[in-house]
């Protein structure tokens, strides 16, 4: 036995989607009731569930001022890339001396930056952070965490080099910013 599966879960889903024979055979050890799903239905549903996420992210990185530079085109591409994630008011959302894996852009609530105890920066929508690890290749040089709920949309390292490497000076002059707001000279 590979998996075993329990209410609600799903399988089946790379056949349909890459129409590739099934790659195991799914067998019932106690009675159940499975839906089904043709080709064509999960696949419209998908496209369907793609394209509102991506009007969604597109409108919310118009109003993200380091975005504001790129044409529409590049925005759709970091919009697909984009993972939604949830933060409890004091939740850490990066840990200072972490290794960074995702840069984060605030979509809903409030955060604030801690660096040596200290609080250096105050997050609100539209804002972002977890840049200078990916930039530098060096531990979080501070800990974010919410204030508020948060909702926040993140993009791992890897598209975060492909599709903002054309933003380097705007990164590097943050970069400047927080060490003002550490009191170190740049």
């Not at 599966?5 to 790379?14: M, N, P, R, V």
């Not at 009675?31 to 919310?60: G, Q, V």
């Not at 504001?68 to 200072?96: C, M, N, W």
Request: with cysteine.
């Amino acid at each position: 036995m590979v998996k075993q599966y329990s209410a609600g879960d799903s399988f089946g889903e790379l056949a349909l989607l890459y129409d590739a024979p099934r790659a195991a055979t799914v067998k019932a050890s106690t009675d159940c009731t499975l839906w089904a799903m043709d080709r064509m239905t999960f696949r419209t549903i998908l496209m369907h569930t793609t394209s509102e996420k991506r009007k969604l992210y597109e409108k919310f990185l118009e109003d993200v001022p380091l975005l504001k530079t790129l044409d529409k085109y590049e925005r759709s591409a970091i919009a697909d890339v984009l993972e939604h994630e949830y933060f409890e008011p004091g939740q850490d959302i990066v840990v200072e001396g972490q290794p960074g894996d995702k840069f984060y852009l605030l979509e809903e609530g409030e955060a604030e930056a801690r660096a040596g105890g200290k609080i250096v920066m105050k997050y609100t929508r539209g804002d972002f952070f977890g840049e200078l690890a990916l930039l530098n290749n060096k531990p979080r040089a501070a800990t974010v965490s919410a204030t508020t709920q948060c909702k926040c949309v993140s993009i791992d390292r890897a598209s975060f080099k492909r599709l903002l490497g054309k933003l380097d000076d705007i990164l590097n002059r943050k970069k400047e910013e927080y060490g003002r707001a550490n009191g170190e000279e740049s």
